[in-house]
């Protein structure tokens, strides 16, 4: 069970990233899918989810709309889609399979994460 | 939103000592939705304890959790040179997630 982030990079402020999360061994359409953040020496940072089948989406209040979250199932893959980002927006960006069981829920596993650097 | 603080934000511990890790939550939360992470540098963070008491696969059982209602604890019976790392305590809210600040567990 493997959760593999790609996509980060350096860019300016005020520009757009998409990041992919891709996902292997385990059944990806039935798991939703978490994506946090943590800014350089910083705690951990909830920025969104997506439940298994897509239909549903829910945001951290501090991104006020810019990130879209998505997935293909057919791919095995989540997106994070961050547009008008800024500097305060560098960090890791971590994906993490969310997971339940005797009404207890959890985020495991967590990918190795993606870089993301704002900056002029 | 459910504020969670962590307690003490560094501690200072020698291998062999009893580890004791607070997390607080600003208003009562069910004993379902509390975790715990273990993180080391350059790595992501790795579940350790899930529903405050429930230990994951694969994790030593010097590792402990308890708690109910606003007040967490994670206790490390015996610490190993590589219990040294930060420790996140997480309120699981599907839509609404929040992390402690982290404790950072420091050889003394």
């Known amino acids: 069970e493997q959760l593999v982030e790609s996509g980060g990079g350096v860019v300016q402020p005020g520009t757009s990233l998409r990041l992919s999360c891709a996902a292997s061994?385990?059944?990806?359409?039935?798991?939703?899918i978490h994506w946090v953040r943590q800014a350089p020496g910083k705690g951990l940072e909830w920025v969104a989810v997506?439940?298994?089948?897509?239909?549903?989406?829910y945001y951290a209040d501090s991104l006020k709309g810019r990130f879209t979250i998505s997935r293909d199932n057919s791919k095995n893959r989540v997106y994070l889609q961050m547009n008008s980002l800024r500097v305060e927006d560098t960090a890791v960006y971590y994906c993490?399979?969310?997971?339940?069981?005797?009404?207890?829920?959890?985020?495991?596993?967590w990918g190795q994460g993606t870089l993301v650097t704002v900056s002029s | 939103e459910i504020v969670m603080m962590q307690s003490p934000g560094t501690l200072s511990l020698s291998p062999g000592e009893r580890a004791t890790l607070s997390c607080r939550a600003s208003?009562?939360?069910?004993?379902?939705?509390l975790v715990w992470y273990q993180q080391k540098p350059g790595q992501a963070p790795r579940l350790l304890i899930y529903?405050?008491?429930n230990r994951a696969t694969g994790i030593p059982d010097r590792f402990s959790g308890s708690g109910s209602g606003t007040d967490f604890t994670l206790t490390i019976s015996r610490l190993e040179p590589e219990d040294f790392a930060m420790y996140y305590c997480?309120?699981?809210?599907?839509?609404?997630?929040?992390f402690g600040q982290g404790t950072k567990l420091e050889i003394k």
């Open positions: 061994g385990f059944t990806f359409s039935t798991y939703g």
């Open positions: 997480q309120h699981y809210v599907t839509s609404r997630n929040t």
């Open positions: 208003q009562s939360v069910s004993n379902n939705n």
């Open positions: 997506i439940w298994h089948d897509g239909s549903k989406e």
């Open positions: 993490a399979r969310d997971v339940w069981g005797n009404a207890d829920y959890w985020f495991d596993p």
């Open positions: 529903g405050t008491s």
